[in-house]
Nanobody, 114 residues
Framework: QVQLVESGGGLVQAGGSLTLSCAASGSFRSINRMDWYRQSPGKERELVAGLTRGGSPNYADSVKGRFTISRDNAKNTVYLQMNSLRPEDTAVYYC????????WGQGTQVTVSS
């Protein structure tokens, strides 16, 4: 089991930037895939960005060109750099780590004001 702790959420004006962090416990190298999801009230949780070990990142169409996912193996941390934020990006953001199972963090709130 991998334990995940997200941080970096907050309130930002439209057009601003935030960087989310997800720190993983245990052996980071056993993780095959790290993903960022988000969920807004009344909506289903959606995949925002994903990164496989040794693979290229993938992004939801709604965030392409604005968000960047990256991974620091030395710090056992995955990041989500979010630029040009929009009110519709407001959501609770979760990171997920897949080994032989998928573990989830507790989520961090991102609120973008217009």
């Amino acid at each position: 089991q991998v334990q995940l702790v997200e941080s970096g959420g907050g309130l930002v004006q439209a057009g601003g930037s935030l960087t989310l962090s997800c720190a993983a416990s245990g052996s980071f190298r056993s993780i095959n895939r790290m993903d960022w999801y988000r969920q807004s009230p009344g909506k289903e949780r959606e995949l925002v960005a994903g990164l496989t070990r040794g693979g290229s990142p993938n992004y939801a169409d709604s965030v392409k060109g604005r968000f960047t996912i990256s991974r620091d193996n030395a710090k056992n941390t995955v990041y989500l750099q979010m630029n040009s934020l929009r009110p519709e990006d407001t959501a609770v953001y979760y990171c997920a780590a897949t080994t032989w199972r998928t573990d989830w963090g507790q989520g961090t709130q991102v609120t973008v004001s217009s």
